[in-house]
């Protein structure tokens, strides 16, 4: 099959030239090179057997030559198509057809490298034979070939790999529709040519034009490389816009200039119009198939595009709408500027209302419009879900800890009977460790209880003297730090805040106590409390023996302990930090924490001086 193939494409290639010298387009060039880019590596023998034998038979029956001028064709032709076939297979993906602007390189390469090999064979041959010069003849055979492969190659791969995909009946028809319309202004800029004496060939360039923005560079190749063989085709004949000019230049040479710049733009502009076409499809792939909602935005928050998935969570009068008006609450833009998923109440189209993470980026757009992309999530299914285990773990813990409590306080009282009652130094040491594990577990059930009764109490708003409370806490706590020979400063600005008295004592004790716990003998720690009228912020800081970077990702976990702490030897529950953060957040404030191993650590309390309506300390 590739031989009968091959061979009808090159019934027609021939080697000669117009009495001018100047040489005639040979398509069959295009042809052969676009066949040998495209079959397989097995029948890539039978291709270059082919090109032979086909320019064999179209030099034997139809022109009048010696055997060693065909026979010289023949193996020039088979050179040619080899260098330039290999060129453009390595270098052109995806079908082999040109879709890259770098395969517009490889194009030239072809057309350039090839043709000269199969010149200096050709162009030798044919001035042996002819006896004329051979620098003419070269460059007779190279300029032919030249514009066979660079015109012809493009539409011959094109057509190949629209077989090769199997390309829709529609296409072909789009593709034929914009031949017809291209040979029409042709044939017309003919007739204008023979009626007026003047060129129109510029007219040919409005349909190439319009077809590149419709058709794409595979039906833009394939209607430039037929509209190049027409046009040169009518002007060997002695027809069409080029020829009878006034100018020196011979016609076909004028033709050949003008239909290379011609499809050198063409493929350019065709090439990166399907490359951003490719690019959009991809996209659009990917922006329907998100399980994701997926929203673009104008700066003014209108929703301008949004996939299906976006619809089907907020409803079908999405788009035109602001994306706020789906919203319970409305987002803080600078959180939303960092990228990183805000926990959210959205709404749905019916009225319902759900949990939602809600992240967004920029685009922009080449206009210099600004869009937002937008990506919503609906985590209904997963907060639930965490509020039932965060229910079912607390009721576990509440459960365990009023059962422990009793046969500890058993366990705690026989142990300080036998202590009194026996004098064997052996037994009072066990005895006495009982007794101290004993206390160490009493304590974790005594502040599990505490968490729990704060955390259920709904917090009441009233004024707060914050600065007298934080004294209140370090008059009580002061007596430890003696204890362990640790130094309070303290530095407190008047400030009043609203919030639950109760839930505040219990937070600012929580953050002291663990800054003296944590300290040794001799350190200082520091109780420091600003306002600037909005917020207010107790910063808490000691020299201490601090927590490992690792260790700070998850301090505010329930009952996570900072390994320097448990290698220290410190008694803990881990539950302190986690409380103290619950009713900050409970208040509309912040806990954050800053330390280092060895050096010390530094935690911060900011709360509103007038805050909303409060809520329980842990939801």
């Known amino acids: 099959m590739t031989l009968i193939i091959t061979v009808a494409a090159l019934g027609g290639l021939g080697l000669s030239a117009s009495a001018e010298g100047v040489t005639i387009f040979w398509p069959a060039a295009g042809v052969a090179v676009a066949m040998f880019t ?3 590596r097995i029948r890539r023998r039978d291709a270059l057997v082919a090109v032979g034998l086909g320019t064999v038979l179209s030099g034997f029956p139809f022109q009048d030559l010696q055997w060693l001028q065909v026979v010289g064709a023949a193996v020039a032709n088979m050179v040619e198509a080899h260098v330039a076939g290999n060129i453009l ?55 032919a070939d030249a514009l066979g492969i660079a015109l012809i190659g493009p539409g011959a791969l094109a057509i190949v790999s629209a077989l090769r995909d199997r390309v829709p009946a529609a296409r072909w028809w789009h593709t ?25 060939a510029y007219l040919v360039i409005v349909p190439l034009m319009i077809a590149t923005i419709h058709l794409g560079q595979r039906g833009t190749a394939m209607l430039t490389a037929g509209t190049a063989f027409l046009t040169l085709l009518a002007t060997e004949r002695g027809y069409g816009p080029f020829v009878l000019g006034d100018s020196n230049l011979h016609p076909l040479i004028a033709a050949q200039i003008f239909l290379v710049v011609i499809q050198g733009v063409l493929l350019l502009v065709s090439t990166e119009a399907t490359r951003r076409r490719d690019v959009l499809a991809e996209i659009e792939g990917v922006f329907e ?197 640790v130094e309070l400063s303290v530095s407190l600005t008047p400030a009043t805040v609203i919030g639950d008295p109760l839930q505040l004592e219990r937070s600012v004790a929580n ?37 490992s970077g690792d260790d700070q990702a998850r301090i505010f976990e329930r009952f996570f302990r900072a390994s320097s702490a448990v290698s220290a030897g410190i008694p803990g529950t881990g539950l302190g930090l986690a409380l103290a953060r619950d009713i900050a957040r409970s208040h509309h404030g912040e806990l954050t924490l800053e330390s280092n191993l060895g050096v010390g650590t530094t935690t911060r309390l900011r709360l509103p001086v007038k805050a909303p309506q409060l809520e329980t300390a842990v939801r």
């Open 38 to 40: 495209s079959i397989s």
């Open 89 to 143: 297979r390595r270098a052109l993906p995806e079908g082999h057809r040109i879709i890259r602007l770098s395969d517009m390189r490889a194009l030239a390469k072809a057309s350039l490298l090839g043709p000269s090999a199969g010149a200096l064979i050709g162009g030798s041959v044919t001035a042996l034979s002819f006896d004329s010069s051979w620098l003419g003849a070269t460059l007779s055979w190279f300029t």
């Open 176 to 200: 034929a529709y914009f031949g017809v319309a291209t040979v029409a202004v042709l044939v017309t800029g003919i007739l204008l040519r023979e009626a007026t004496g003047r060129s129109f």
């Open 289 to 485: 198939a998100a399980l994701d909602g997926v929203m673009l935005v104008d700066e003014h928050g209108t929703v301008r595009r949004a996939n299906e998935s976006s619809k089907e969570m907020l409803g079908e009068g999405l788009v035109g709408n602001r994306f706020a008006d789906f919203l319970v609450e409305p987002l803080d833009t600078e959180v939303m500027l960092t990228r990183r998923a805000v926990l959210t109440r959205g709404r749905r189209g019916n009225g319902t209302e759900f949990w939602a993470e809600v992240s967004e980026g920029k685009v922009i757009e080449d206009s210099n419009r600004i869009r937002r992309a937008i990506v919503i999530r609906d985590v209904s299914p997963r907060i639930e879900a965490q509020e039932k285990l965060d229910k079912l773990r607390d009721q576990f813990v509440s459960n365990m800890t009023h059962e422990l409590r009793t046969p500890l306080t058993s366990i705690l009282g026989y142990s300080e009977w036998l202590l009194e009652a026996t004098s064997d130094p052996d037994v009072k040491g066990d005895l006495a460790q009982i007794r101290e594990s004993a206390g160490q577990l009493q304590l974790l059930v005594d502040d599990i209880l505490d968490f729990k009764r704060i955390a259920g109490t709904t917090n009441t708003a009233e004024d707060v003297d914050f600065s007298g409370l934080i004294s209140t806490v370090v008059q009580v706590l002061s007596p430890v730090a003696g204890q362990k020979a």
């Open 511 to 547: 953050l002291i106590t663990n800054a003296i716990k944590y300290s040794r003998s001799g350190d200082t720690v520091t109780i420091d409390l600003t306002s600037d009228g909005r917020d207010t912020c107790l910063k808490v800081a000691d020299t201490g023996i601090g927590i």
